[in-house]
């Protein structure tokens, strides 16, 4: 089993930083693309940036020069650096990767539990 956890969140004023890190563990033999998602109150879950193995980025429009996702391999970890906040970065910040277990040619999607980001005016 893979389990994808979260860290980072919290409560900052608008135009400051935060840094959120996803780590995967379990029985990985090789992760695909990871992806951060949002999710606002009473929105739907956005793609927010997203990162393949060879380090290969996207970003949403609405983060662009903002936010910059990166990833460790050794550890199977992806990181989301998040500057320049605004009151609606706020929301619910979750973790996805495509995961490889041993043997299999189709990656396994997986979700993190969320960390709450909560940027004040």
């Known amino acids: 089993q893979v389990q994808l956890v979260e860290s980072g969140g919290g409560l900052v004023q608008a135009g400051g930083s935060l840094r959120l890190s996803c780590a995967a563990s379990?029985?990985?033999?090789?992760?695909?693309?990871m992806r951060w998602y949002r999710q606002a109150p009473g929105k739907q879950r956005e793609l927010v940036a997203a990162?393949?193995?060879?380090?290969?980025?996207n970003y949403a429009d609405s983060v662009k020069g903002r936010f910059t996702i990166s990833r460790d391999n050794a550890k199977n970890t992806a990181y989301l650096q998040m500057n320049t906040l605004k009151p609606e970065d706020t929301a619910v910040y979750y973790c996805?990767?495509?995961?490889?277990?041993?043997?299999?040619?189709?990656?396994?999607?997986?979700w993190g539990q969320g960390t709450q980001v909560t940027v004040s005016s």
């Open positions: 996805n990767a495509g995961v490889f277990a041993i043997g299999t040619m189709i990656p396994r999607q997986y």
């Open positions: 379990g029985s990985i033999f090789g992760i695909d693309v």
């Open positions: 990162i393949t193995s060879s380090g290969s980025t």
